[in-house]
Nanobody, 121 residues
Framework: QVQLVESGGGLVQAGGSLRLSCAAS????????MAWHRQAPGKQRELVAH???????MYADSVKGRFTISRDNTKNTVYLQMNSLKPEDTAVYFC???????????????WGQGTQVTVSS
């Protein structure tokens, strides 16, 4: 089993910054892809940023140039640096990690518990 612990959410004024972290622990041989999603009230969960095992990144158009996803493979941790935050970034942010629990076999996907980000105008 794998556990994900998210941290770093909170309340910030528009234009401010926050850094989210998500650390994975448990039965992990290798971490595959990692990502951040978010869900605003009354809306569907959407992909915010994704980073592959080879550190190739992709971003939703709405956050390009403002958010940066990164990973530390030695700590099985993914980060989301959020700058120039806007009120429309307000949502619960969820990390997503794909993990190989053994040296061979399939990968399994896990979600964090979510952390609230609120941006005031």
């Amino acid at each position: 089993q794998v556990q994900l612990v998210e941290s770093g959410g909170g309340l910030v004024q528009a234009g401010g910054s926050l850094r989210l972290s998500c650390a994975a622990s448990g039965s992990i041989s290798r971490v595959n892809a990692m990502a951040w999603h978010r869900q605003a009230p009354g809306k569907q969960r959407e992909l915010v940023a994704h980073i592959s095992s080879g550190a190739v990144t992709m971003y939703a158009d709405s956050v390009k140039g403002r958010f940066t996803i990164s990973r530390d493979n030695t700590k099985n941790t993914v980060y989301l640096q959020m700058n120039s935050l806007k009120p429309e970034d307000t949502a619960v942010y969820f990390c997503y990690i794909s993990v190989f629990p053994r040296t061979s076999g399939p990968a399994y996907n896990y979600w964090g518990q979510g952390t609230q980000v609120t941006v005031s105008s």
